[in-house]
């Protein structure tokens, strides 16, 4: 079985800056794409960030220059750097990764999700 766990969210005024952390554990022999994704509730979950075990990263347009994503490979972990952020960011985060896990084949696992509110 394997977990992610999230941290980092909060309050912020606008403008601010946020890091939020993934930390994956468990039976995890590899892992392929880590990713943030974010969800209004009624509205359909989007992709923010994603990045590849080899470090390919992927934005959204309309973080793209604002938000960085990064990962360590050595501690199964992500990273969401958010800087300038803007009240329309103010939603859930969750943490996405594509673990193999010994044994097995890759599956899709998501983190409980934090919250990040901008102030105006």
């Known amino acids: 079985q394997v977990q992610l766990v999230e941290s980092g969210g909060g309050l912020v005024q606008a403008g601010g800056s946020l890091r939020l952390s993934c930390a994956a554990s468990g039976s995890i022999f590899n892992i392929n794409v880590m990713g943030w994704y974010r969800q209004v509730p009624g509205k359909q979950r989007e992709l923010v960030a994603a990045?590849?075990?080899?470090?390919?990263?992927n934005y959204v347009a309309s973080v793209k220059g604002r938000f960085t994503i990064s990962r360590d490979n050595a501690k199964n972990t992500v990273y969401l750097q958010m800087n300038s952020l803007k009240p329309e960011d103010t939603d859930v985060y969750y943490c996405?990764?594509?673990?193999?896990?010994?044994?097995?084949?890759?599956?899709?696992?998501w983190g409980k999700g934090t919250l990040v509110t901008v102030s105006s």
């Open positions: 990045i590849s075990s080899g470090g390919s990263t």
């Open positions: 996405n990764a594509d673990v193999r896990s010994y044994g097995l084949g890759y599956e899709d696992y």
